[in-house]
T-cell receptor
Framework: GAVVSQHPSRVICKSGTSVKIECRSLDFQATTMFWYRQFPKQSLMLMATSNEGSKATYEQGVEKDKFLINHASLTLSTLTVTSAHPEDSSFYIC???????????FGPGTRLTVT | RKEVEQDPGPFNVPEGATVAFNCTYSNSASQSFFWYRQDCRKEPKLLMSVYSSGNEDGRFTAQLNRASQYISLLIRDSKLSDSATYLCVVNEVTGGGNKLTFGTGTQLKVEL
């Protein structure tokens, strides 16, 4: 149980385009979903926290107008990287937690390369 | 000061060795603690939670010292398959819910 999927697993896009990444909890309803970013040889950094039906809470330094998060249901959250630039190239990982649980279940990640 | 600090390593050890990783955290209000394992270019996977009383899962033992804000992970009888990056993770309950803060990880390489 507690499986989280992400799609796509890998994407290459041109500078200036937008990319949407989906995160789904497959066998449970997620109270909260989280979006992280990890640059090479660095730690996972939390970008934003989203709860179904409400606006996402962004961490300091993360532009909410650039990284659009939509959490339309208890099993789906999307992250859209708008007007992507090469410096946005990174490993984007989502996670989800179930009600009352401290544990977060991670998706397999999406590797974004902006050329 | 980083919120969660770890020695990045790498720790290169022979198969069968015992290896210990340490981690310190800065927020005394942190409520729960974990060790995650991350393989190259993969997502992190929960290895074990860490409790004040110490807990063991097979070859892995985790300890928490709240007074010193220090967490440890001991791996006995290392296997080649233990090679990975080990992430120390601290959870805080904020107004927005649970927030995990990750250390940068300690890289372990187990060699023949």
């Amino acid at each position: 149980g507690a499986v989280v999927s992400q799609h796509p697993s890998r994407v290459i896009c041109k500078s200036g385009t937008s990319v949407k990444i989906e995160c789904r909890s497959l066998d449970f309803q997620a109270t909260t979903m989280f979006w992280y970013r990890q640059f090479p040889k660095q730690s996972l950094m939390l970008m934003a926290t989203s709860n179904e039906g409400s606006k996402a809470t962004y961490e300091q330094g993360v532009e909410k107008d650039k990284f659009l998060i939509n959490h339309a249901s208890l099993t789906l959250s999307t992250l859209t990287v708008t007007s992507a630039h090469p410096e946005d190239s990174s490993f984007y990982i989502c996670s989800a937690d179930g009600a009352g649980s401290y544990e977060q279940y991670f998706g397999p990640g999406t590797r974004l390369t902006v050329t | 000061r980083k919120e969660v600090e770890q020695d990045p390593g790498p720790f290169n050890v022979p198969e069968g060795a015992t290896v210990a990783f340490n981690c310190t955290y800065s927020n005394s209000a942190s409520q729960s603690f974990f060790w995650y394992r991350q393989d190259c270019r993969k997502e992190p996977k929960l290895l074990m939670s860490v409790y004040s009383s110490g807990n063991e899962d097979g070859r892995f033992t985790a300890q928490l010292n709240r007074a010193s804000q220090y967490i440890s992970l001991l791996i006995r009888d290392s296997k080649l398959s233990d090679s990975a990056t080990y992430l120390c993770v601290v959870n805080e309950v904020t107004g927005g819910g649970n927030k995990l803060t990750f250390g940068t990880g300690t890289q372990l390489k187990v060699e023949l």
